[in-house]
C-alpha cells in the first residue's frame, strides 16, 4: 500500500520538521558535549513546542485540524446508505395503534 504524498498536509510537516530541528539545536546547546542529555532536552522542548502548536488556538498559523482541505462529502456520511433518521415509508410504524 503506497502513500498518498497527495493527502499529506505539508505546511503542518513543514512546521513540526523546522520545530524538530530548533528543539535539537537548543537541546544541543544547552547540553554542551552530553548527547544523551540533549536528546532528553530535545525530546521535551519538541514535546512542549508540539502541544502549544497543536492544542493553542491560534487562527493564521497552520494547524492539523483548522487548515485542512476539506472534501465534499465532509460529513463523513454515505451517500449511498439510506438515512436511518427516515423510517421505511413502506413499512408500517411499530408505534402507531392502527398499522397500515
Do not use: C, K
Request: hydrophobic share 45%; charged share 5%.
Amino acid at each position: 500500500m503506497p502513500i498518498e504524498l497527495s493527502a499529506v498536509y505539508w505546511p503542518y510537516v513543514g512546521v513540526l520538521s523546522l520545530l524538530a530541528f530548533i528543539a535539537a539545536l537548543l537541546g544541543n546547546l544547552i547540553a554542551f558535549r552530553n548527547r544523551f542529555a540533549a536528546a532528553i532536552i530535545a525530546a521535551i522542548l519538541f514535546a512542549a513546542g508540539f502541544v502549544f502548536w497543536t492544542y493553542y488556538p491560534h487562527d493564521t498559523l497552520p494547524s492539523p485540524l483548522s487548515s485542512w482541505p476539506t472534501s465534499p462529502n465532509s460529513t463523513g456520511a454515505n451517500p449511498t446508505s439510506p438515512n436511518p433518521a427516515s423510517p421505511n415509508p413502506t413499512s408500517p410504524n411499530p408505534a402507531s395503534p392502527n398499522p397500515q
